[in-house]
């Protein structure tokens, strides 16, 4: 395949984000459960209200550590392999049909959560950034919900 680096270090970056996307978003639900146990959630607000106000947080941050971890693990994993090494699991990504539509769902996924984040942001007169980065874990992680509900989806 061409650019077979590329191809490995997307495909380790795409996954690594999309797991970040799903930590965010059980870890800050984790999060709210405790506080709530504990009696400690900020000026007496409700768990789902904590849950709504950060969600879009930890999910954002959980996409982009995840994200760039997963990109430096498949750089640094390449770095340690030869040229033929490289081209096999270039090779195996590209014709594996299932790892293709899972990467292609988690790309439009991405792409359609950036797009509409960005324009509710915008409707509500909020940061058009804050509201991307917001929709692009969404976006991935309905894409993954999706897929899994129907996997034979036309990607």
């Given amino acids: 395949p061409k650019l077979p680096?590329?191809?490995?270090?997307?495909?380790?970056?795409?996954?690594?984000?999309?797991?970040?996307?799903?930590?965010?978003?059980?870890?800050?639900?984790?999060?709210?459960?405790?506080?709530?146990a504990r009696g400690t959630l900020p000026g007496g607000i409700s768990a789902g209200s904590y849950i709504y106000t950060r969600a879009c947080g930890?999910?954002?941050g959980g996409t982009v550590l995840f994200g760039l971890v997963g990109a430096g693990l498949a750089v640094?994993?390449?770095?340690?392999?030869?040229?033929?090494?490289?081209e096999d699991r270039a090779f195996r990504l590209k014709f594996?049909?299932?790892?293709?539509?899972?990467?292609?769902?988690?790309a439009l996924g991405a792409g359609g959560?950036?797009?509409?984040?960005?324009?509710?942001a915008?409707?509500?007169?909020?940061?058009?950034?804050?509201?991307?980065?917001?929709g692009v874990p969404v976006g991935m992680l309905l894409s993954m919900a999706a897929l899994g509900a129907k996997p034979d989806l036309p990607i």
Wanted: overall charge positive; aromatic content about 6%.
């Fill in 5 to 36: 680096y590329f191809l490995v270090t997307y495909h380790s970056g795409i996954r690594g984000a999309a797991i970040g996307a799903g930590f965010g978003a059980v870890g800050c639900a984790a999060i709210a459960g405790l506080k709530s």
């Fill in 58 to 60: 930890y999910m954002r």
């Fill in 76 to 86: 640094a994993r390449l770095n340690s392999v030869d040229e033929d090494g490289v």
């Fill in 96 to 106: 594996n049909a299932m790892q293709n539509k899972i990467d292609r769902a988690l």
């Fill in 113 to 120: 959560g950036l797009v509409i984040g960005a324009l509710a």
């Fill in 122 to 134: 915008t409707l509500r007169g909020g940061r058009v950034a804050r509201g991307a980065g917001c």
